[in-house]
């Protein structure tokens, strides 16, 4: 069995853990995250849970992708307190907040893995101006955090967007993720993540895009003949909490959960040095026939050219709201940047 496989269960191994999570007691509150537990996620995960049992009487109970089905799940039972924490990427909580897609418009993040921390743990954009449209959706933001550069799966070589043409690539059912692709020249095509895998081996699909660490961890290179790094993106994630749960606990609980976070947060940035090159490496040494590439600054400026479209299109889509935040997130950035 696949390191892949591993992650996904079947119908009754989750039917079981939803009757565990509606059964738990009060003691027990309950987190999800959209990776495997030695992945980002649940590394960020299994550190607030040590830090949480260390500092209150309650135990958090962590469900690693597929054990209570897809993101769009997990976000339900979030939003109907049979859960009580979800780390879930902005890419499929765009639907709910579509200023959240921000996060997807091309080379707005830097890729230095010091200078993101900073960014994340700075940014007035994301501190205060976030937090107020998530609780519309009854989430209460904790924090988000940068999981590494994103990189594009082929099988074909990929030097310049005209090799994307007519290529179908995997991306999350995000709108302006679907406006990056066709920028780029591809055929964006949106698929739950438990059916990337047999799609990419089926040819259904040609490409799909992730951090170098989860390509290595969902074997996506398995399924591939050239990995691309084109400098577009770094994979951001967001932990939430339901938030009539938050709001109803006591104070202390509520600066435990806030400390906890703050430490997992450190955690996670320094346990992210170096682990864009370790994977790659550990891929090259599992299939040393693939093809890494990182595209040099002239070979990505055509990328640059085409991603300013897309840019263009989020203030289109999100008006006002999403405008000022893309203005404040450029602000943050250049601050982070002095």
Same mark, same amino acid.
């Given at each position: 069995?696949?390191?892949?496989d591993?992650?996904?269960?079947?119908?009754?191994?989750?039917?079981?853990?939803?009757?565990?999570?509606?059964?738990?007691?009060?003691?027990?509150?309950?987190?999800?995250?959209? %990776?495997?537990?030695?992945?980002?996620?649940?590394?960020?995960?299994?550190?607030?849970?040590?830090?949480?049992?260390?500092?209150?009487?309650?135990?958090?109970?962590?469900?690693?992708?597929?054990? /209570?089905?897809?993101?769009?799940?997990?976000?339900?039972?979030?939003?109907?307190?049979?859960?009580?924490?979800?780390?879930?990427?902005?890419?499929? =909580?765009?639907?709910?907040?579509?200023? +959240?897609?921000?996060?997807?418009?091309?080379?707005? @993040?830097?890729?230095?893995?010091?200078? /993101?921390?900073?960014f994340?743990?700075?940014?007035? +954009?994301?501190? %205060?101006?976030?937090?107020?449209?998530?609780?519309?959706?009854?989430?209460?933001? @904790?924090?988000?955090f940068?999981?590494?550069?994103?990189?594009?799966?082929?099988?074909?070589?990929? =030097?310049?967007?005209?090799?994307?043409?007519?290529?179908?690539?995997?991306?999350?059912?995000?709108? @302006?993720?679907?406006?990056?692709?066709?920028?780029?020249?591809?055929t964006?095509?949106?698929?739950?993540?438990?059916?990337v895998?047999?799609?990419?081996?089926?040819?259904?699909?040609?490409?799909?895009?992730?951090?170098m660490?989860?390509n290595?961890?969902?074997?996506?290179?398995?399924?591939?003949?050239?990995? =691309?790094c084109?400098?577009?993106?770094?994979?951001?994630?967001?932990?939430? +909490?339901?938030?009539?749960?938050?709001?109803?606990?006591?104070?202390?609980?509520?600066?435990?959960?806030?400390?906890?976070?703050?430490?997992a947060?450190?955690?996670?940035?320094?346990?992210?040095?170096?682990?864009?090159?370790?994977?790659?490496?550990?891929?090259?040494?599992?299939?040393?026939s693939?093809?890494? =590439?990182?595209?040099?600054?002239?070979?990505?400026q055509?990328?640059?050219?085409?991603?300013?479209?897309?840019?263009?299109?989020?203030?289109?889509?999100?008006?006002?709201?999403?405008?000022?935040?893309? %203005?404040?997130?450029?602000?943050?950035? %250049? +601050?982070?940047?002095?």
């Open positions: 069995m696949t390191r892949f591993k992650l996904l269960t079947g119908t009754a191994a989750a039917t079981a853990l939803m009757a565990s999570a509606l059964t738990a007691s009060a003691d027990t509150w309950r987190y999800a995250f959209e %990776e495997a537990m030695d992945d980002v996620q649940g590394v960020f995960a299994q550190k607030f849970k040590e830090e949480v049992e260390a500092n209150t009487d309650h135990q958090v109970q962590l469900f690693p992708y597929g054990t /209570l089905g897809e993101s769009a799940d997990t976000m339900e039972q979030t939003q109907a307190g049979i859960l009580q924490f979800v780390d879930q990427s902005p890419g499929f =909580t765009g639907s709910l907040i579509p200023e +959240a897609q921000v996060f997807f418009v091309p080379y707005l @993040l830097p890729q230095n893995t010091d200078a /993101l921390g900073e994340f743990r700075t940014s007035e +954009a994301i501190n %205060e101006m976030f937090p107020e449209l998530y609780a519309e959706q009854g989430l209460e933001l @904790l924090t988000m940068p999981e590494g550069e994103v990189c594009v799966t082929t099988q074909e070589p990929l =030097t310049k967007p005209s090799d994307l043409n007519e290529v179908k690539v995997r991306v999350m059912t995000n709108p @302006l993720l679907v406006e990056s692709y066709q920028a780029f020249g591809a964006p095509t949106p698929l739950p993540w438990g059916e895998y047999g799609a990419l081996q089926t040819g259904i699909i040609q490409g799909q895009e992730n951090p660490f989860w290595w961890s969902a074997n996506m290179y398995e399924v591939s003949e050239y990995i =691309t084109i400098g577009h993106n770094n994979f951001t994630t967001a932990v939430m +909490a339901n938030k009539d749960f938050y709001d109803g606990l006591p104070e202390g609980d509520q600066q435990v959960i806030q400390s906890a976070i703050d430490v947060f450190d955690h996670i940035i320094e346990y992210q040095q170096g682990l864009h090159a370790e994977s790659i490496e550990k891929i090259k040494e599992a299939k040393p693939i093809t890494i =590439t990182n595209l040099s600054k002239e070979q990505r055509p990328f640059i050219e085409a991603g300013k479209k897309v840019e263009e299109r989020f203030v289109e889509m999100t008006g006002d709201s999403g405008k000022a935040i893309l %203005e404040q997130m450029k602000a943050d950035l %250049e +601050a982070v940047a002095q």
